[in-house]
T-cell receptor, first 111, second 112 residues
Framework: GQSLEQPSEVTAVEGAIVQINCTYQ??????LSWYQQHDGGAPTFLSY????GLEETGRFSSFLSRSDSYGYLLLQELQMKDSASYFC????????????FGPGTRLSVLP | DVKVTQSSRYLVKRTGEKVFLECVQD?????MFWYRQDPGLGLRLIYF???????EKGDIPEGYSVSREKKERFSLILESASTNQTALYFC???????????FGQGTRLTVV
């Protein structure tokens, strides 16, 4: 089976940098994704990492270490609108190559 | 822009009713999914489909069935709704590479 762990809540102030970690266990790893979900909204795609290293897209970066079964989402220059839930998701070849989602991390950005 | 449209934003149904949740996508994606979201549990996969008339069970298929008669439409069916199926349901699609999923707006289903 698969399991993913993320912190349940993170709090930071506007302008700060925050890192949301994700550890996973699976024997069929293909890639790690991150999604953002605002209250009452749909999850929206942020990033996908299939290879080790850091991928940067504007204020958001995502990192993967396959040997450590670990990844993180880095949010820089935090803005109030970044307050949302963030989900990591593992694409698993043992799961029809579908994604298994983590429980989510609730990020609160304070003024 | 990919559009994934779910037929209802909110639904209230009675225990034992047959419930249909419809999803339509306009981007010609092969893959379609139904997820259920409960507080603290993230998104759990109910069923998925990679092609017309094809369906595969996900993590929690019990009490649900699906139908995919056309490529753009994927329906989730609750054969006999129960109160433990009260949840937020999302339809999603992805292309053949399956690296990015696009979600519908969600249907909040309440079974009373």
């Amino acid at each position: 089976g698969q399991s993913l762990e993320q912190p349940s809540e993170v709090t930071a102030v506007e302008g700060a940098i925050v890192q949301i970690n994700c550890t996973y266990q699976t024997s069929g790893f293909y890639g790690l994704s991150w999604y953002q979900q605002h209250d009452g909204g749909a999850p929206t795609f942020l990033s996908y990492n299939a290879l080790d290293g850091l991928e940067e897209t504007g204020r958001f970066s995502s990192f993967l270490s396959r040997s450590d079964s670990y990844g993180y989402l880095l949010l820089q220059e935090l803005q109030m609108k970044d307050s949302a839930s963030y989900f990591c998701a593992v694409r698993d070849k043992n799961y029809g190559q579908n994604f298994v989602f983590g429980p989510g991390t609730r990020l609160s950005v304070l003024p | 822009d990919v559009k994934v449209t779910q037929s209802s934003r909110y639904l209230v149904k009675r225990t034992g009713e047959k419930v249909f949740l419809e999803c339509v996508q306009d981007m010609d994606h092969e893959n379609m999914f139904w997820y259920r979201q409960d507080p603290g549990l993230g998104l759990r996969l109910i069923y998925f489909s990679y092609d017309v008339k094809m369906k595969e069970k996900g993590d929690i298929p019990e009490g649900y069935s699906v139908s995919r008669e056309k490529k753009e439409r994927f329906s989730l069916i609750l054969e006999s709704a129960s109160t433990n199926q009260t949840a937020l349901y999302f339809c999603a699609t992805s292309d053949f590479g399956n690296t990015e999923a696009f979600f519908g707006q969600g249907t909040r289903l309440t079974v009373v």
